[in-house]
């Protein structure tokens, strides 16, 4: 069990430029989260998918971020028009019905 | 609204000590708390969890005490070691509920 993969692990984007975020949940697992997290504001919640069917994007930016889980091996976060604000750790999580919440390595996002 | 609060911001002890570590929080309709431990460049890892019907949960070295008269709980981490060195996050969310509310963390540094 490889837990949580998340790539890339680093990635620096010019302001404008658009963003893809990978995640391969742990397999067996129907719930996958997206969380982001910085300093000033700490864990956020962002999206939640169970079954790959979108439960809930509450703590989505409404106009430039938007998540997909194609299938149940992989779920992606796009962010477009990056913008400088928009850096921070995006942390992809999966758990198994609704047991323990496991969280991938994150990917460090550099918007310059 | 910052629902989940945690202090100290950071607390030193030495090896060997009690580290204690509170958390406090608004919605009465918590009733899960989950306490992730973070150490640089990987993502929270779940150390020990309560839920609200509880009032103490112990796992080895770290045990949860929980007051929900005063929606307060802690973390006690008995016999702290170096490698306890990290961050820890307090989480809360309603039983059965996938959205986690964090705390912004403790930074734990123990002196060898």
């Known amino acids: 069990n490889a837990g949580v993969i998340q790539t890339p692990r680093h990635k620096v984007t010019g302001k404008g430029q658009e963003a893809t975020l990978w995640c391969e949940p742990i397999s067996g697992h129907s719930a996958v989260f997206w969380y982001r997290q910085t300093i000033v504001q700490g864990l956020e919640f962002l999206t939640y998918f169970r079954n790959q069917a979108p439960i809930d994007d509450s703590g989505m930016p409404k106009e430039r971020f938007s998540a997909q889980m194609p299938n149940q091996s992989h779920s992606t976060l796009k962010i477009q028009s990056t913008q400088p604000q928009d850096s921070a750790v995006y942390l992809c999580a999966s758990s198994f019905q609704r047991g323990e919440v496991f969280f991938g390595k994150g990917t460090r996002l550099t918007v310059v | 609204q910052q629902q989940v609060r945690q202090s100290p911001q950071s607390l030193t002890v030495w090896e060997g000590e009690t580290a204690i570590l509170n958390c406090s929080y608004e919605n009465s309709a918590f009733d899960y708390f989950p306490w992730y431990q973070q150490f640089p460049g990987e993502g929270p890892a779940l150390l020990i969890s309560?839920?609200?019907?509880?009032d103490k949960k112990e796992d080895g070295r770290f045990t949860i005490f929980f007051n929900k008269r005063e929606k307060k709980l802690s973390l006690h981490i008995a016999d702290s070691q170096p490698g306890d060195s990290a961050t820890y996050f307090c989480a809360a969310s309603k039983a059965g509920n996938y959205k986690y509310v964090f705390g912004a963390g403790t930074r734990l540094k123990v002196i060898a």
């Open positions: 309560i839920l609200s019907v509880s």
